[in-house]
């Protein structure tokens, strides 16, 4: 199942009258994001340019309507911790700070204010990230650039990776049959701790229900799960366990 990224990029309304052109600049960059975390593998959600505390709460409401699994704050260039921090309070979800530059390096010679302004991507993030942590929410950061920097996207990956797993097992529903050999304390299951910390559904199954079910399994049904269950798993060469055998297709 693939993650549900809220992706949103920062600014300073002050600066957009003071910059000709700069918001055009970061919202381009701000799309470039979402086009490779959808790319990634991500539904992207996104909150748009958010540069002022009103913007922040419309975007928090945005993400905690669409129930995203992970958020990602692209610090395209300066913005205030206060127009950032009702995004994450209200999204109540993972937070990742990206500091994404568009280029590598700066032309030096001839950057002015608006140009530096444009290229900033990691400035606020330790005021940020202070922010967060005096507000007990946990974030990760990235630093880099939007093209050609496999580490950080590597690292961006993983993340959108990880909450689709998270929504996976949020929507999962996991049969429990029988009782553990006795003694085994690391095999007993607390359902409410399954619920409570991951939100799967436990569903507890009596043998006889479950012999009733597998009665009425048509063939057809066999065949698809014996397809899937052969495309996800590696089978073990029997050789390397001599006391296994290979895996018969009644077995199976």
């Known amino acids: 199942m693939s993650a549900r990224v809220g992706i949103f990029g920062i600014g300073l309304a002050a600066y957009w009258p003071q910059f000709d052109g700069l918001r055009e600049r970061i919202e381009g960059y701000q799309r470039r994001v979402e086009e490779r975390v959808a790319a990634l593998g991500g539904e992207v959600v996104s ?31 300066y913005a205030t911790s206060s127009t950032v921090l009702p995004v994450a309070q209200a999204a109540g979800v993972p937070v990742v700070l990206l500091g994404l530059q568009p280029s590598s390096s700066l032309d030096y010679e001839s950057t002015d204010t608006g140009e530096w302004l444009a290229n900033c991507a990691a400035c606020c993030v330790p005021e940020i990230a202070g922010a967060f942590t005096r507000a007990r929410i946990p974030y990760d950061t990235v630093a880099g650039t939007i093209e050609d920097d496999a580490r950080a996207w590597e690292r961006i990956g993983a993340w959108v990776r990880a909450a689709g797993v998270a929504r ?6 996991i049969g429990f049959l029988g009782h553990v050999y006795p003694g085994m304390l ?63 297709p009644d077995q199976l």
Do not use: N, W
């Open 47 to 77: 909150g748009g340019l958010v540069d002022g505390e009103q913007a922040a709460r419309e975007a928090g409401d945005r993400f905690a309507s669409a129930q995203v699994d992970l958020v990602l704050c692209h610090a395209v260039t």
């Open 168 to 173: 996976s097992l949020r929507s999962a529903r």
């Open 186 to 248: 690391d095999m007993y299951t607390d359902f409410t701790a399954v619920h409570a910390q991951v939100g799967a559904h436990v569903e507890v199954l009596e043998i006889d229900d479950l012999g009733a079910r597998v009665a009425a399994v048509a063939a057809d049904d066999v065949a698809a799960k014996t397809a899937e269950i052969e495309a996800m798993f590696a089978f073990a060469d029997p050789s390397a366990d001599p006391i296994a055998g290979s895996i018969e």
